[in-house]
């Protein structure tokens, strides 16, 4: 972390909401054994609270942390919405919740110079916000003003929890923005965030802000009703494109491909070639390049051939492994987790990493529990961890250990 930065945190003494208890908590009344992965939380749908934005870093030291934002009618996402943060020192096998955060939505979780930062909203549509931490989590800075994290105050920015990545000298961040400010995702322009990797990322004037470029009904032979959710990438040749879901009717799911400029302050979209057909694209998906195997991987919410229909943005229950050379051809290497049932189970809006040769995940997941279950496919009543063991090595045909309901 920046000095300045440091300085702050600790006149601010250490600002988190709410410390937790250490312990592993119980989650009461589940049958455990029958969530795939390890459930770090668990909401009942009765609450009226969905988990949404898993997000999930490793720190320096080794250790796993994990968040998730809360969504639905009363969760007071539209006015101050609430995240949680949960730590692992075991590699994954047990977790902790360290506290909760006000004021934080869709955020993406990161480390960067030994600090860990967690970059979103502050509700539905709000502002960009970022906060830092110092003690792996547990505490963390207030963005009150421009120069503790506040980055706009003009509201009205949408993401999720998709990666920050180091290219040219600075730290790279897909966002989309609502104009005008009327529903959702056809009136999001996309663009991308950056800050000089050594700048103090707490200062709102230290960030560029690219131009928003709108989406148009009329692209994709008109099978086009937005873009969103844009991951920072690092192409073939060398330039940075914002990578984007495509919400889209017909069951032809695709991506779109945003060039950024190399001084990060506009796009360019050529809807003749900008389109990739990509599985799963209709929902939220990370990206991220691995040097070792110099391949693009992503986990995706796919659509298995029985289940293909129209508006495959709500089809969610199989979540499969893909890779690819160039951005432009993947291939699928296998399914991870799979539920007969698309209405009540999903596995989506996973973010993942990277550690040596396996990748580990955080998945909002919609699944059975002694409570009737999640309200939905997309309104999720668990948070859960996943290990993929050996992923380069991974033939189309394999599939997890801990797949559901086959």
Known sequence: MHPVSLLLFILLG????????????????????????????????????????????????????????????????FELARSAIFLSTDRGATWSKTCEIQGAFWSTLFVHHGAVYLLGTDRHHGNVVIRGSLDGGKSWTSPVDSSQGLLTTNSQYHCAPVPVVEHNGRLWRGMERRDPPVGWGSNYGAGMLSVPMDADLLVASNWTFSTFVPSNRSWNSGDM????????????????????????????????????????????????????????????????YDPKSQHYWTLTSVVLPQFRSENPSAIRNTLA??????????????????????????????????????????????FDDSQGGAHSAHDANFLTFHRIANFRSRSPGQRNADSAGN
Not at 239 to 264: C, H, W, Y
Request: some cysteine; overall charge negative; hydrophobic content about 35%.
């Open 14 to 77: 250490f600002g988190c909401l709410r410390l937790c208890a250490r312990e592993n908590e119980t989650v009461s009344g589940v049958q455990a054994r029958q969530v795939p992965g390890v459930i770090v939380d668990h909401v009942p749908a009765s609450s009226g609270l969905y988990i949404g934005s898993p997000s999930i870093a490793i720190l320096t030291n080794g250790d796993y942390l994990m968040s998730h934002d809360y969504f639905g009618p009363k969760s007071g996402e």
């Open 225 to 288: 009703e937005a873009w969103l959710e844009g991951n920072a990438v690092v192409g073939p040749n060398g330039n940075l494109v914002d990578f984007l879901r495509v919400q889209t009717k017909s069951p032809n799911e695709k991506a779109a491909m945003l060039i950024i400029s190399s001084d990060g302050k506009s796009g360019r979209f050529d809807p003749t070639t900008g389109f990739i057909d990509f599985p799963g694209g209709s929902k939220k998906f990370t990206i991220r």
């Open 321 to 366: 492994l893909l890779s690819s050379t160039n951005l432009q051809d993947w291939q699928n290497r296998g399914i991870v987790l799979h539920h007969p049932d698309m209405v009540h189970h999903a596995f989506q809006y996973v973010d993942w990493l990277i550690d040596g040769d396996d990748i580990i995940a955080a998945c909002r997941t919609a």
